[in-house]
């Protein structure tokens, strides 16, 4: 045990002597949840965001919104959202949240003083270049001492011009999300413009598109990295969350590590979210799947195939490949990932740490993981404060006794209660 550590900060991760078999019902999208919180604040008129995820990172959302004058009613599971004004002066916890960190400001940037924005210790080491000069570019005071993160101070005066921002959006796909959400609010509207090398997580810009045209607003995106949502109304609009898929990552593949059969209810037929992914990548991993009116249902042999596999759309699902990789038969590559060493950790350098830790042949890229077979033993998996750390050591503890993952109600990010709704698997 380190300093780091205390008895209570470990959690002996379940180590089934039988195959898995069970139907699981999920939380909602975080992804979708804070889209929607933040479009309802910007809306024309009251909204209901259904079935609404209730974590740190959509309560850190809802009271941002509520300090920056938007009425959020969270008693219920719909969540219901009346806007008002944009207020300031305020002061936004960002927590961890990549979310909040980037999709406020340019919210905040609609009132009439001072916000200051600050999170985690982490979260003081998350890139937010790209928002910070982004809305600088439009026209939007923000104060930062040089540090170009947080803490920062968005100085707003009312009112925001818009108009054309060149950003190189390679580190993160939020910077562009951020941009967009609060530009149909802005006179001139947004027309971002990506330089660089290419943008990671398409599938959650998409998803920024899809959840604006829903609320009425004209997106343009016929050409390559560019984006330009038109000015005009945001309407205020009654949805339902889908279950967040990327949370449905470390369910699944315990079907192919125990070689049983889990179902996720509520799988949706379409949908924009990144963890749709899983169908795909458990597949080529070995499992069969399958789409039905029941859910996504994943059913193992026992046996792990490793992948060749460029995650650069889905690198959140990351963590939890990495850990399949490490209990698979054959050689994994897992690359298009550099990027994710701006999220909750640096999430190669963590995991490339807490793998070999438990005895597993791995070698970190510039981005991504190469993991080859070898004899996993039990011990501490640390998880950094990052709850799909705390997936990955899960998914291990599956094929390895005596796992004990550090600190497993970091969960509590997206999935509060995740401990709870693990052991009820077995
Ligand atoms: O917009 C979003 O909701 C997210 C975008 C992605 O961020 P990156 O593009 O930084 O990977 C993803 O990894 C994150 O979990 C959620
Ligand atoms: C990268 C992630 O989160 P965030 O929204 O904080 O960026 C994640 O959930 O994997």
Redesign the pocket.
């Known amino acids: 045990m380190t300093l780091h550590e205390t008895a209570t900060d470990l959690w002996p991760a379940p180590h089934p002597d039988r195959p898995v078999s069970a139907t699981v019902s999920l939380p909602g999208s ?2 979708l949840t ?2 929607a919180l933040v479009l309802a604040a910007l809306a024309d008129g009251p909204g209901v965001v259904r079935r609404a995820l209730r974590s740190r990172d959509t309560e850190l959302m809802a009271t941002a919104l509520r300090d920056l004058g938007a009425e959020v009613d969270t008693s219920s599971d719909d969540w219901s959202v009346v806007p008002g004004p944009v207020h300031a002066p305020a002061m936004v916890d960002c927590g961890l949240a ?2 909040v960190m ?2 406020v400001p340019p919210l905040a940037a609609l009132g009439d003083g001072p916000v200051i924005f600050d999170g985690d210790p982490h979260a003081r080491t998350r890139p937010m270049h790209e928002v910070i000069d982004g809305l600088r570019q439009i026209g939007v005071r923000v104060e930062d001492e040089g540090r170009d993160a947080l803490p920062f101070t968005v100085l707003g005066e009312g009112g925001v011009r818009g108009g054309v921002v060149t950003i190189d959006a390679s ?4 910077f562009v ?1 951020a941009l967009l959400l609060s530009a149909p609010r802005y006179e001139q509207g947004i027309d971002v413009r990506h330089v660089g090398k290419p ?3 398409l599938p ?2 998409e ?2 598109v899809e959840q604006l045209r829903l609320r009425g607003v004209t997106v343009l995106t016929d050409e390559p990295n560019r984006w330009q949502v038109l000015p005009g109304p945001v309407r205020g609009v009654d949805v339902r969350v889908e279950p967040d898929l ?1 949370n449905a990552a470390p369910f699944l593949a315990a079907a192919l590590v125990t070689g049983g059969s889990v179902t996720v209810r509520d799988w949706p037929q379409h949908t924009t979210q ?1 963890g749709d992914g899983l169908r795909e990548i458990l597949a080529l991993m070995g499992a069969e799947v399958t789409l039905s009116e029941a859910g996504l249902s994943v059913t193992g042999t026992g046996k792990i195939q490793g992948i060749d596999y460029d995650l650069h759309d889905v ?2 699902l990351t963590p939890a490949v990495a850990a399949l990789c490490a209990l698979a038969e054959s050689p994994s590559h897992l690359r298009g990932v550099a ?2 060493r ?2 909750e950790t640096d999430r190669l350098a963590a995991l490339a740490t807490e793998l070999s830790a438990l005895g597993s042949d791995v070698e970190e890229t510039a981005d991504g993981l190469d993991v080859r077979p070898a004899v996993l033993t039990g011990g501490v998996f640390h998880t950094y404060a990052d709850h799909r750390m705390a997936h990955a050591a899960v998914i291990l503890g599956l094929g390895v006794q005596g796992v004990e993952v550090q600190n497993v109600a970091t969960t509590a990010k997206t999935f509060p209660g995740f401990a709870e709704a693990w052991s009820g698997l077995f």
């Open positions: 975080k992804s804070n889209r990549g979310t980037r999709f580190a993160s796909s939020q999300s943008v990671p997580s959650h810009i998803m920024t990327s990144a690198g959140e990027h994710i701006g999220h």
